[in-house]
Nanobody
Framework: QVQLVESGGGLVQAGGSLRLACLAS??????MGWFRQAPGKEREVVAA????????YYADSVKGRFTISRDNAKNTLYLQMNSLKPEDTAVYYC?????????????????WGQGTQVTVSS
C-alpha cells in the first residue's frame, strides 16, 4: 500500500522557519512535489523535484525562501521554509508520481499525503 505521510507543520511567527518532511512508503517514487491550499483558495504548487537529476522548481512566491530536497536512502522529501509570511499559511501536501520528469500540475501526480497545517502569525 502506497503511503505519503507529512510532518513538521505547526504555528510559527512571521520571519520564522519550519521544515516539512514527507515519508514515502510502499514503492519507490520518482518525481515529487509540495503543494499548498489556503482557506478559500485552490491548491497550488509550491515546489517540485525531479526523480533522477534532482532538478527543482519553485513558485515565484517562495523562491529564495523555500528549499525542496530529498533523501532517497530514507525515502523522505523535505521542504525547508524560511522567512515565513502570513500568506504562507495553508495546508501543505506532499505528492509523488511514477514518472521521473518534474511536474507542476496536480493531475500529473499519482499519490498524495493527507496534508499538514502551517500557520504563520503576524
Amino acid at each position: 500500500q502506497v503511503q505519503l505521510v507529512e510532518s513538521g507543520g505547526g504555528l510559527v511567527q512571521a520571519g520564522g522557519s519550519l521544515r516539512l518532511a514527507c515519508l514515502a512508503s510502499g514503492r519507490a517514487f520518482s518525481s515529487m512535489g509540495w503543494f499548498r491550499q489556503a482557506p478559500g483558495k485552490e491548491r497550488e504548487v509550491v515546489a517540485a523535484i525531479s526523480g533522477i537529476r534532482g532538478n527543482t522548481y519553485y513558485a515565484d512566491s517562495v523562491k529564495g525562501r523555500f528549499t525542496i530536497s530529498r533523501d532517497n536512502a530514507k525515502n523522505t522529501l523535505y521542504l525547508q521554509m524560511n522567512s515565513l509570511k502570513p500568506e504562507d499559511t495553508a495546508v501543505y501536501y506532499c505528492a509523488a508520481r511514477r514518472l521521473t520528469t518534474i511536474a507542476t500540475r496536480e493531475d500529473a501526480y499519482d499519490y498524495w499525503g493527507q496534508g499538514t497545517q502551517v500557520t504563520v502569525s503576524s
